[in-house]
T-cell receptor
């Protein structure tokens, strides 16, 4: 158990409303990631963070922003949700002490439906 | 652009019927190839890392192998509890310190009792 908690786990919202998903970790890992998972596309990286206030874009970052004001929390915000952002969102952490840099620990996911 | 293609999309096996899942990849310099298992409603769970062609890793009924263009996940005498979606991912040398992964779409494996 890597101590990752995502909230909310399920959310239904309407087009144009703002949405924030939260990822909380308990083990002070430096690297945190937000992925979305859609049928036929696999997991795609949205944004990642390599420390407090240090973030960068992934391959599908349009329409999303992130913030990390504390080591333990990584927030994903949809400023104005669209139906194309209906997806399952996964937060992941990479243990910094691991030499195996592809070993990520994932949260349980947040299922977002935009009507 | 790094790409990962997994086949088949879905596979149904009888308990005890061995088979293989395929992961074909193109990447500009491979740092590592990774296999994950994902159960319904859960996040992916790490299984294996492979770094170079010819390398093999085993865990219980699973064995992962790597060539310069593809990886196979061999499942020997599967049991119903092996039913899951298996994801393959690559990490390019160019991924920098973030070490981003590029994932395939997965193979959904169902093992019937």
């Amino acid at each position: 158990d890597a101590g990752i908690t995502q909230s909310p786990r399920h959310k239904v919202t309407e087009t144009g409303t703002p949405v924030t998903l939260r990822c909380h970790q308990t083990e002070n890992h430096r690297y945190m990631y937000w992925y979305r998972q859609d049928p036929g596309h696999g997991l795609r990286l949205i944004h990642y963070s390599y420390g407090v206030k240090d973030t960068d874009k992934g391959e599908v970052s349009d329409g999303y922003s992130v913030s990390r004001s504390k080591t333990e929390d990584f927030l994903l915000t949809l400023e104005s949700a669209t139906s194309s952002q209906t997806s399952v969102y996964f937060c992941a952490i990479r243990p910094g002490t691991s030499g195996n840099t592809g070993e990520l620990f994932f949260g349980e996911g947040s299922r977002l439906t935009v009507l | 652009e790094d790409q990962v293609t997994q086949s088949p999309e879905a596979l149904r096996l009888q308990e005890g019927e061995s088979s293989s899942l395929n992961c074909s990849y193109t990447v500009s310099g491979l740092r590592g190839l990774f296999w994950y298992r994902q159960d319904p409603g859960k996040g992916p769970e790490f299984l294996f890392t492979l770094y170079s062609a010819g390398e093999e890793k085993e865990k219980e009924r699973l064995k992962a192998t790597l060539t310069k263009k593809e990886s196979f996940l061999h499942i020997t005498a599967p049991k119903p509890e092996d039913s899951a979606t298996y994801l393959c991912a690559v990490q390019a040398i160019s991924s920098g310190s973030a070490r981003q992964l590029t994932f395939g779409s997965g193979t959904q494996l169902t093992v019937l009792p």
